[in-house]
């Protein structure tokens, strides 16, 4: 019996890796009508993990709070992606440092990050966090998470505004965007590297760890998330927001 190999109209090898002549196929594509979307995979695994992060529902203290308050209805972190919380260390990708972190509390707090998958990102709200906030002369207060675990983005404030930790959100997707997912992002740690306290992205690009730190909101966001809230129906621009 004879089989008969289909034949699939395919790109050659040494075309596909010239950009000019992948170019002027999309060209041709467009004018006859195809819409075509380019890009690599990196680009569309990055688009995906910073609209679905999936954060631990982790609060110690009053921010945690104003965190409870970005969720609710009013200003609804969902429009961003945000709208997945876990209870599990196991299925977050994201822990909302909000509250006073004691030494009591260091240890089970470091095992919770310990215990999510990479990749992992760590965002600091409100003045305790960062730095100890009031009780930073206490003798039982950490003075600082970075102490224990790496930041990516901190958001200052005793509380911030509900605005000003959505805009420290968004730039953790902006973050994760621009991210190195094969080889990066998902790369496995050994002991060495662990020690290191450094990111997989910064491990990989032989980049130093540099956190965003929110220092001002624009007034363009603010009144874009108001006008957000008048008008529910109406989706947020949230690229020209964080732009």
């Not at 945690?64 to 961003?80: H, L, N, T, W």
């Not at 990749?119 to 305790?128: E, F, N, Q």
């Not at 998470?145 to 505004?161: L, Q």
């Amino acid at each position: 019996m004879e089989v008969r190999k289909p034949k699939i109209k395919s790109i050659p090898y040494e075309e596909f890796k010239d950009n000019a002549r992948l170019e002027e196929l999309m060209r041709e594509l467009h004018e006859g009508g195809v819409n075509v979307v380019t890009g690599n995979l990196d680009q569309l695994i990055n688009w995906g993990r910073s609209n679905s992060l999936w954060s631990l529902t982790f609060g110690t203290s009053c921010c945690g709070i104003e965190f409870m308050a970005v969720g609710c209805a009013r200003y609804d972190f969902s429009r961003f992606g945000f709208e997945v919380t876990r209870n599990s260390p196991r299925q977050a990708d994201l822990i909302m440092t909000a509250g006073t972190i004691t030494h009591k509390m260091a240890p089970a707090f470091k095992r919770l990050y310990d215990e999510m998958a990479e990749p992992k990102y760590v965002v600091a709200v409100g003045g305790c966090t960062i730095s100890g906030g009031p009780f930073k002369s206490s003798y039982h207060v950490v003075k600082g998470i970075d102490e224990i675990v790496p930041v990516d983005v901190y958001i200052p404030g005793c509380p911030p505004r509900p605005e000003a930790i959505l805009y420290g959100m968004m730039q953790l997707q902006r973050k994760v965007k621009i991210e190195k997912f094969f080889g990066g992002a998902n790369h496995k740690q050994n002991k060495e590297e662990r020690e290191l306290g450094l990111s997989n992205e910064a491990i990989a690009s032989g980049w130093e760890r540099k956190p965003i730190v929110v220092t001002d909101v624009p007034q363009e966001f603010i009144e874009e998330v108001k006008n957000a809230q008048e008008s529910p129906n109406k989706p947020a621009k949230t690229e020209e927001a964080a732009k």
